[in-house]
């Protein structure tokens, strides 16, 4: 080929590449806004999350504006790197931003509010400008916290113990219970009211602070209290000396059927009582969450019949091996003696949540009684109702046993309260039942 020949197929290729090169770069497809589709602002403020995404030629700038009708105010503003022959930088195609809303910096009343969205990527469409994408997100402005009105009046709890509270919103909260220090206990509807049975954690710190919290869509949080005298106890404590013949047997035994891997059977008990044990109550609570929005139960629960106590709850165990201190616990519950293999009742009307082998409490059984509360059932060597199934106070669950954690036959009976373990003494005396809860929870 002549010279001029190689010319010409030089020019055509350089003006192929150029041409395949403005192909490209003059794409049109403008970058994507991935923003909710309303903002609901309370008084803190809110941070809204938003994502921008071109594939094509890349981001090259995002604006951010706050309009309403008495203004705007720019809250983000920022050019991209990259240039118009080569497009956006690495990492360039992808956004994700946090806009944080201030109403404080808005004036006392805002009006038709609006987040404007705008993204230009680096396409030479537009005289170079790039392809832009616009996007209004309407926003709303409540600074305004729902009010909470309390109907009851002084109550008496003990640590360790229950209470029920009613109280009525003046709109619909995303969340609200009664908070004790530390713990949540939310609320169920109870007629055109909110009722809570919450309880007092025998771990709560002294004279915990306990109020009604209500949160809205906005976030505004509101906080009510009533007169709530918390009286203190002594908790129990008792030192437990390990027999050779427990730790060979019973703890060897669960430890091979739960796969813990010890070097004797004093350390297989240390795990058995402080990791099993941490990753059964995560279970219970995981089962009790949902419980039923209703008053499933009528009047006081009942005691296993001709059983003994012979245990109490909130006892501070701390056990012993050949003198040697190798762990400890705490007894949330009562162990009730009665006679081998004695038939375990129901103690209150419910639903069946769980019936099945729970590690330190063997065989065992969980009544969901509405309103979060729950009775639980262990240690059984036989069990004769399955989950989901409804129950009526005095009903066989099963028999009594020494499966798990159980030195001899026994039921271990427990009562939770939103998740938290109280004692089932109080909800086994018809005169505290009927002031503490019935009378609290009448029409």
Request: glycine letters at 10%.
């Amino acid at each position: 080929m002549s010279a001029r020949g190689w010319l010409v197929v030089l020019i055509v290729v350089v003006f192929g590449v150029i041409g395949a090169l403005s192909w490209r770069r003059l794409e049109g497809t403008p970058p994507e806004i991935r923003a909710p589709e309303a903002i609901l602002v309370g008084a803190e403020g809110r941070s809204v999350p938003l994502e921008l995404v071109d594939h094509g030629a890349g981001l090259r700038g995002v604006t951010v504006v706050l309009a309403h009708a008495q203004g705007e105010a720019t809250l983000f503003a920022e050019e991209l790197p990259g240039s118009a022959l080569g497009g956006a930088a690495a990492g360039g195609r992808e956004l994700a931003i946090e806009i944080e809303i201030d109403p404080s910096s808005l004036p006392a009343r805002v009006e038709d509010a609006f987040l404007r969205i705008s993204a230009r990527d680096w396409s030479w469409r537009d005289g170079l400008r790039g392809n832009e994408a616009r996007r209004e997100v309407p926003v709303s402005i409540d600074r305004r916290p729902p009010q909470v009105r309390v109907a009851t009046g002084l109550t008496y709890v003990r640590r360790g113990g229950a209470g029920v509270v009613v109280y009525s919103l003046s709109e619909p909260a995303v969340r609200d219970g009664v908070v004790v220090g530390d713990s949540f206990f939310p609320s169920f509807p109870w007629g055109e009211q909110r009722v809570v049975v919450y309880a007092v954690p025998t771990g709560a710190p002294p004279n915990p602070r306990i109020q009604v919290e209500a949160e809205d869509a906005a976030g505004n949080v509101a906080r009510a209290r009533w007169p709530v005298v918390v009286n203190e106890r002594e908790l129990p404590k008792a030192n437990i000396t390990l027999p050779e013949s427990f730790l060979n047997d019973k703890v060897l035994e669960l430890a091979h059927a739960q796969a813990i891997d010890a070097p004797d059977p004093a350390a297989a008990f240390k795990e058995i009582n402080t990791e099993l044990r941490r990753r059964n109550e995560e279970r219970i609570r995981e089962l009790l969450a949902d419980s039923a929005a209703e008053k499933l139960w009528d009047g006081p629960f009942e005691q296993l019949e001709n059983s003994q106590v012979t245990s109490r709850f909130a006892e501070q165990r701390t056990y012993f091996v050949e003198g040697q201190q190798v762990s400890q616990a705490t007894h949330f519950g009562y162990d009730l003696a009665s006679t081998r293999a004695a038939p375990v009742t129901a103690s209150a009307a419910g639903r069946v949540v769980f019936a099945d082998d729970l590690g330190i409490y063997g065989n065992c059984v969980l009544l969901d009684h509405g309103l979060g509360v729950a009775t639980l059932y262990g240690h059984l060597s036989r069990i004769d109702v399955a989950a989901g199934q409804r129950v009526e106070q005095g009903q066989t669950l099963g028999l009594s046993g020494a499966t798990g954690l159980a030195g001899g036959d026994h039921l271990h009976f427990a009562i939770l309260v939103g998740g938290e373990y109280v004692d089932p003494l109080e909800w086994w005396d018809p005169k505290w039942m009927g002031s503490n809860v019935e009378a609290r929870l009448a029409p």
